[in-house]
């Protein structure tokens, strides 16, 4: 699962000249899901999301303050692209979950943000449909992220490897 976090002083969502969703200040994700994904992925992303500190703190502290400690709004978008693989120069998208199987995995997505935080603010698109999402970026800050491959560490990124009798201490 691969989502882009963008911090916002406001988005929207248009389908068919239609606006169906727009929130004010907060974050819209742009997520795309893939073959591979389980429950697990969800419920990372679902919390790395909602725990992700983008927002400044009342004494002016930059990134120290998450969408939920602010009680920001959550605009979430369906984006099947994320799980693009260039051929050439072409997109292949053959990792990216079948249509009816990511619209069950995607309404549980949204399911889970709303049971972990308020559902007033969570907001979405339309899953499938040909949108025009508006969205005007705040800094701008833009954070990508993906869920833990399969069988990776995931309580700790610091891992220790020992190589004869030495330890060495990655990503520290």
């Given at each position: ?5 963008q ?68 605009l ?12 050439g ?16 995995f ?24 040909y ?42």
């Open positions: 699962m691969k989502a882009v976090v911090r916002v002083t406001r988005a929207s969502v248009t389908v068919g000249g239609e606006q169906i969703s727009a929130i004010g200040r907060g974050i819209c994700v742009l997520l795309g899901i893939s073959l591979e994904d389980t429950q697990k992925d969800l419920e990372h992303m679902v919390r790395k999301i909602l725990n992700l500190r983008v927002f400044e703190d009342e004494s002016g502290k930059h990134w120290s303050k998450s969408v939920m400690d602010k009680q920001y709004e959550v979430c978008i369906s984006q099947f692209t994320l799980q693009c693989v260039l051929k120069n072409k997109p292949d998208f053959h990792l990216a979950m079948p249509t009816e199987q990511a619209e069950s995607y309404n549980s997505f949204l399911e889970q943000l709303r049971k972990t935080y308020r559902p007033e603010l969570i907001k979405d698109g339309k899953f499938g449909a949108m025009q999402v508006h969205i005007q970026n705040d800094g701008p800050v833009t954070i990508e992220l993906e869920s833990p491959a399969p069988g990776a560490a995931t309580s700790d990124p610091k891992q220790c490897i020992i190589i004869g009798q030495n330890w060495i201490l990655k990503n520290s």
